[in-house]
């Protein structure tokens, strides 16, 4: 059901582009197009995943007795599939989209140079989700895989990186619109805190074990530093570059306050990078340091409100297609999931909140609140735009299924959440 309209709008044969300047678009739209299939496959893979792992928590026998499909091998391909495959995908091709159309000009490099970026990184996904089975792995959240799978995603990155930066060196826009400032940070900083937490040594060449340069309380602020900016820049800033380009978009409204977007990405930048230590509240880390955590996320709340509060208002006088335009419940609904999880998150990092729903069922349902409610539901309503423009159609195949889709995930992330938050409050 998640991605039936989308997948039965690709099938249909091509009906020619409205777009004018489409011929120019053609080598990156097709970059973009190999992107967005992958997003969708990697989505029901990643979902399969999770129901496996939740099948794994009621009947554990569920493994089958192998210890390659336990429950340690399975949960991290379930995160992986999701953060990296499913929506690094979608924000790699959304990011090549936005960049051609706000900058005017074609994507940087040669159709076989965007062929080697995709193709590369579904390998990094095969090789990261390989090694996990193999029980290849560094127990570190968000970076389970391996040197060797480290080194090569940061050479894909590196490729990733160049090709958007060159698009937009040579742009015909003089104006750098404010969705690619999300963008751009959200390729330097997850470059950065990639290669910094994965410092590690091989044992040998030839083999998938290493060990970290860092150690103990160090090597942990270092993990939770990274851990917490994957979420801040690769499932906050980015997707917030998607909300930035595609809300305005589908509402047909311009951004409801430029000046106010400017003041969201600088203080997400500025703030987010040191909120880390607040996952290791009552550890050893030091108490300076876990308090530093915790004022820096209680100062997130403001900017992370102002970008919800500007997206929300841009709908202003297009509230009434909320009736008609499924696609656009879907981006609403994602930036109401954003107040949500960045109201929530702060609250949790306040030291005494913390030591009542740190090792709760609470901190799942905030994880998927974020996950499901804002990633998601914004990929699929950026999905369900961009499908139609770059396969020509002039419009989905069925805006019912679309509708039915958008209901049947609302009430079924409720009732997740809703069932962790209840379990949290009977543990605490």
Request: contains cysteine; neutral net charge; charged residues 10%.
């Amino acid at each position: 059901m998640t991605d039936l309209a989308i997948s039965t709008t690709l099938s249909i044969p091509a009906a020619g582009r409205p777009d004018g300047d489409a011929a120019s678009y053609d080598a990156g739209d097709a970059a973009v197009r190999m992107f967005i299939q992958a997003s969708l496959f990697w989505c029901v893979a990643g979902l399969a995943m999770g129901l496996w792992v939740a099948l794994l928590l009621v009947a554990p026998t569920f493994n089958l007795g192998l210890e390659w499909t336990s429950f340690g091998r399975v949960r991290p391909i379930h995160t992986t599939l999701i953060v990296y495959a499913f929506t690094g995908n979608a924000l790699i091709g959304s990011s090549f989209f936005v960049a051609q159309r706000t900058c005017r000009t074609a994507l940087w490099g040669s159709r076989e140079l965007h062929q080697l970026l995709f193709g590369c990184y579904q390998i990094f996904v095969l090789l990261a989700v390989s090694g996990y089975v193999m029980g290849a792995t560094q127990s570190k959240e968000y970076a389970e895989f391996e040197w060797y799978t480290d080194l090569f995603l940061l050479g894909v990155w590196l490729l990733y990186a160049t090709i958007l930066v060159r698009t937009i060196l040579q742009r015909r826009e003089r104006h750098i619109y404010v969705a690619l400032w999300f963008y751009l940070s959200f390729v330097i900083v997850v470059g950065m805190v990639h290669t910094l937490n994965n410092l590690a040594v091989p044992v040998s060449f030839t083999g998938a074990k290493s060990y970290p340069l860092l150690s103990g309380v160090q090597d942990a602020m270092v993990q939770w530093w990274f851990g917490h900016n994957i979420v801040g820049f690769f499932l906050t800033a980015g997707v917030v570059g998607m909300m930035y380009y595609f809300v305005p978009k589908q509402a047909e409204r311009p951004v409801y306050s430029y000046r106010l977007s400017i003041v969201h990405f600088w203080s997400l930048v500025f703030i987010y990078i040191w909120a880390g230590p607040h996952h290791l509240h009552y550890t050893v880390l030091p108490d300076w340091a876990q308090t530093l955590g915790m004022t820096f996320s209680i100062m997130l709340w403001m900017p992370s409100w102002g970008g919800m509060i500007n997206g929300i208002m841009t709908l202003s006088g297009a509230w009434d297609k909320l009736r008609t335009d499924p696609v656009l419940r879907f981006l609403v609904t994602s930036v109401a999931f954003y107040g949500m999880s960045t109201f929530e998150g702060p609250l949790m990092a306040i030291k005494p909140v913390n030591a009542l729903s740190h090792y709760t069922d609470w901190t799942v349902g905030h994880v998927h609140s974020g996950a499901l409610g804002w990633v998601a539901f914004m990929v699929f309503g950026s999905l369900y735009h961009l499908v139609p423009r770059l396969w020509g159609r002039e419009r989905l195949y069925s805006v019912g299924l679309v509708s039915l889709h958008f209901w049947t995930a609302s009430v079924g992330i409720l009732l997740y959440i809703a069932a962790m938050w209840l379990g949290a409050i009977g543990r605490a």
